[in-house]
């Protein structure tokens, strides 16, 4: 069990080894005796510094990032040992593979404070080098892009075959269907629209003839009423003979031959 556990934990260490070394400036002589190597971790803005002396003694130190440009990161500003006004940057320069320091200090005129650099820049140049964030960064881009349009093109097939199914329902649901329209053609007095049966019954036999003919004509024998009604289609308020108003009805419907 012991061992399993070992395994697991070196397992995550050199997990986080990796991604901690996804990007660095390596084996960077900074003068005769002190080199660097510098271990970038954009994801928390933080460069892991490592200095070591020609007489083996280590040090190590947490620097925070203020800016990461396509080519360059640069730190934030980092207190010198020099004088309470006086501090540095330094920036990892991916074109040249170097680290590039530079110190300034803090003058005071009147109620203004000025900073201004205080000597040349140092350059340190470095043996090992990864630094493609803007590559990988273009990529990710790209992959995203490419992700958004998969994604898109997805939706847009999904809302297509939404669609058909959506038609083919509706086909499916019209197969057979068809609409069948009857007109009467005799006057009928309006107070006798309610009892007026024999006019009705007459068109709805009008309606059940022209329904079967529809439906032999597709080959099919059969029909059943999907829905009917009788309504008024034509109203004459003077009519030549009497007084009264009097209408026309018709009869309309939908039907499916079987």
Known sequence: MKKILAIILLSLSFCNLVLAESYYFKKCLLNEVVSANYLINLENKIINVTLESSDGKIQKIEDKIDLIEKDKIITEKIKSSKSKDSFFIYFLDAKTESVVRQNYIKNKIGEINLVKPDGPKKKSYCADVKADWDEVKKKKVIKKQNEEKIKKKKEEEEKRNKVK???EKQREESK???????????????????????????????????????????????????????????????????????????????????
Do not use: Q
């Not at 057979?176 to 009467?184: D, E």
């Not at 829905?227 to 034509?234: A, D, G, P, V």
């Open 176 to 258: 057979n269907k068809y609409k069948v329209s009857i007109a009467g053609d005799k006057w009928v007095k309006l107070s006798k629209y309610n009892y007026e049966s024999v006019e009705k019954n007459k068109l709805i036999n009008a309606f059940n003839k022209k329904a079967l003919e529809i439906c032999l004509s597709n080959r099919l024998e059969k029909f059943t009423v999907i829905k009917k009604k009788i309504r008024i289609i034509e109203t004459d308020e003077t009519p030549a003979f009497g007084t009264e108003t009097v209408i026309k009805i018709g009869i309309n419907g939908i039907i499916e031959c079987k």
């Open 165 to 167: 199914l959506k038609n």
